[in-house]
């Protein structure tokens, strides 16, 4: 008879918790209560997390009131087993006599068996293992403790409410032992609330001014701040980073909108909107053509009397002295020239073994020049003077205060120097792209400056052995592969990326570990494994890229995805996916022989030697596929020669209908294992097909 279901409601209320760690701490709970109760035999039908700023709600429905019955079958010794075996079994087994063993007759004889009976245990007894053990297994990326206990919480824990069934599961964790009651919000409602299940809990926190899912405390700041702006004609500036994290802050989230002072208008919108944002939380308004406003939307998590002036006005207040900071190091900024801040540069190290930033600013003059001679459109003066000054604004005080603007503050700075608009440009967006949504840079000289950077970078690392390893990858050189690979497609950038490396190489003036050869083909097959992830993203099949990697000397990313491109188009055609079948079976038969001759096939084929016209009109087909596979893979033609291998499909489908490859004639067999061999080598002119699965 199936057992009763019931459900079971966890609450651990503690001090804040920091917004960026709620989801991942609300996911791991999920999965480890979830695995706990599957490995006690415990089902459910759901199991949701919830996470806040003091709060961890776990609801599980539909589990059994207690495990199921479990019955075990232990096989003993033979029952002419030493008297000691027999001996043991019976202790291990908590038996008395051989007489409460069963005997059994199997084919090799006669065998003692014991049968266990074990009733589960009741659900709740169950649930308080499974859910301390969770507790103590919860990673956290900080914790600490406090009082006078030893267990680590990422804050300290106030209380548990644990119920199962409307019944206090007594789960005992950091000194505290659960109950069925809790507390609302900390000002609003503290007074304690006592709940019987999840229902009861959402009804009485949302009484209690607690939002328990964050899904609705975002919709509820956006929908209110969105009415605040629009009341005064302006919006919400696109922030939805902004907006997870301003909903892990409030319990209770109350909208207001306030002003910044007219005298902090002149700088920067990036400068404004990064004060407002990274330090104090604050949405930014814009009008309805996208002009930054001098309104701000703050987040309250307590209604107030006074509808939330106060708290304006203290908001207003922190800001100006923030804003006063800026703008004091935007003015004082623009009386030095970005220029005059280089050297500077010296005082800054870019990593103990690759000397300073100085230093890289020297590589990168060479470098991005180097580059620019294959773009059309890089002025190499243009690019030396952007490569020159990219990172001149980490001397400056604003970056200093607000690291985020490196970059976007050299180009206003150079812009205040009357630099060209396409240094200004470039030094604000070489760091790009930084991410898979990052805008890639795509004016000629920012390209040039950009890849400059990021191979400098790999190349140095890579060359101290300083490679990333497993999910290790401290200075986020996978990122800068990845932004690299960017910049060379999506600006069709026609470049050896080993020249690139080996230039970049020569340009370090510090000894380094590893040899310019070896740090190539390292980062070649770095970039090879970050090709497969960009372009698995894009639905691109990761054997096309082996199968093309596999040929050789490929290290020009545009002709690569040439390659791949014509190759996945090849094989989404009938006689594609037909011609790779056949050769595949045309290699075996040809690995099997080379094999057992001990010899290499793939000679030129002695067409008198073939016996039979099938292996003749193959043979002639092929040597005019050759001839124009060889001439359009020196074109670049991938497609061509796509084409071309193509005619071969129906003459090799006859070859195997009518012709015995291994035939009686030794010369005639060696002409048919030649033939095939050939097909092989033509085809891998363009891919190695033996990489390509199916």
């Known amino acids: 008879m199936p057992h009763a279901t019931s459900e079971l409601l966890l609450e651990l209320l503690s001090e804040e918790i920091p917004a960026r760690m709620q989801v991942r701490a609300a996911e791991d709970l999920k999965r480890l209560l979830s695995d706990g109760l599957k490995q006690s035999g415990l089902t459910f039908s759901r199991l949701d997390t919830f996470s806040g700023p003091r709060r961890l709600t776990v609801v599980c429905d539909g589990l059994p009131d207690a495990q199921p019955d479990v019955t075990e079958e232990r096989k003993g010794p033979g029952v002419d087993a030493p008297e000691r075996a027999i001996e043991g079994f019976l202790k291990a087994n908590g038996l008395a006599s051989v007489e409460e063993a069963e005997k059994r007759e199997l084919p090799k004889g006669t065998f003692y068996f014991v049968v266990i009976e074990r009733k589960g245990r009741p659900t709740a007894d169950v649930l308080k293992d499974v859910i301390e053990a969770a507790l103590a297994a919860l990673p956290w990326p900080k914790s600490m403790r406090w009082g006078a206990g030893d267990t680590r919480w990422v804050r300290p824990l106030h209380s548990m409410l644990c119920v199962f069934g409307g019944a206090i599961v007594p789960i ?31 009804d009485a926190m949302n009484s209690a001014k607690v939002m328990v899912e964050a899904s609705q405390r975002r919709q509820v700041i956006a929908d209110a701040a969105d009415a605040l702006a629009q009341a005064e004609g302006l919006k919400v500036t696109n922030d939805p980073g902004l907006l997870d994290e301003v909903a892990g802050l409030v319990e209770w989230p109350v909208p207001l909108l306030g002003t910044i002072d007219d005298e902090f208008m002149d700088v920067p919108t990036e400068v404004l909107t990064s004060a407002m944002r990274k330090h104090q939380k604050y949405f930014a308004l814009e009008t309805k053509d996208g002009t930054f406003s001098n309104r701000f939307a703050v987040v309250a998590n307590i209604e107030t009397s006074d509808a939330g002036a106060a708290i304006v006005a203290g908001n207003e207040r922190v800001l100006r002295a923030r804003l006063s900071d800026a703008k004091f190091f935007w003015d004082q900024d623009r009386q030095q020239s970005l ?181 190539a083909d390292e980062l070649l097959a770095f970039f090879a494994d970050r090709l497969k992830v960009f372009l698995k993203e894009r639905g691109v099949r990761h054997d096309l890229i082996s199968a093309v990697f596999a040929v050789g000397n490929e290290d020009d990313l545009v002709r ?10 090849f094989l989404g055609s009938d006689d594609g996916a037909n011609l790779l ?52 893979v020196l074109k670049e033609d991938f497609g061509a020669a796509m084409s071309a291998l193509a005619t071969l499909r129906q003459p090799l489908d006859v070859f195997f209908d009518k012709v015995t490859v291994n035939a009686d004639d030794p010369k005639a067999r060696v002409a048919n294992l030649n033939l095939l061999a050939r097909i092989g080598k033509s085809m891998d002119r363009v891919a190695v097909f033996s990489h390509i699965e199916g």
Do not use: W
Not at 173 to 201: C, K, M, W
Not at 383 to 409: H, N, W, Y
Not at 560 to 569: H, N
Not at 594 to 617: P, R, W, Y
């Open 172 to 202: 005992s964790y950091a000194g505290v032992i659960a109950s069925n009651t809790t507390v609302g919000h900390r000002f609003l409602a503290p007074n304690e609330l006592q709940i019987s299940d999840f229902a009861s809990y959402r």
């Open 339 to 519: 220029a005059s801040r280089v050297d500077k540069l010296s005082e800054r190290v870019f990593q103990a073994d690759l000397g300073t930033v100085r230093d890289k600013v020297t590589r990168l003059e060479r470098l991005a020049g180097s580059i620019a001679g294959h773009m059309d459109g890089a002025l190499l003066e243009q690019v030396k003077r952007a490569a020159t000054l990219c990172k001149a604004d980490l001397s400056t005080g604003m970056v200093a205060e607000f690291p985020d603007l490196q970059g976007i503050m050299g180009r206003y700075y150079a812009a205040n120097d009357k630099e060209d608009a396409a240094v200004c440009n470039a030094i604000a967006s070489h760091y790009a792209p930084q991410g898979p949504s990052d805008v890639c840079p795509s004016d000629p000289v920012s390209v040039a400056v950009s890849l400059a950077d990021k191979v400098d970078t790999l190349v140095g690392f890579f060359a101290i052995d300083q490679k990333p390893t497993g999910s290790k990858d401290p200075y986020a050189l996978r990122r800068a592969a990845l932004g690299a690979i960017r910049l060379v497609l999506e600006n069709k950038l026609r470049l050896s990326l080993s020249d690139i490396f080996a230039q970049s190489y020569d340009a370090y003036s510090v000894q380094l570990k590893t040899g310019r050869q070896t740090v």
């Open 560 to 569: 690569l995805m040439s390659r791949v491109d014509a190759l996945a188009t």
């Open 581 to 632: 079948t056949a050769c595949k079976r045309a290699a075996n038969i040809v690995r099997i022989e080379e094999k057992k001759d001990g010899v290499t096939f793939g000679q030129s084929t002695d067409a008198s030697h073939l016996a039979v016209d099938d292996a003749k009109t193959l043979a002639d087909t092929l040597k005019g596929v050759e001839v124009t596979v060889q001439t359009a």
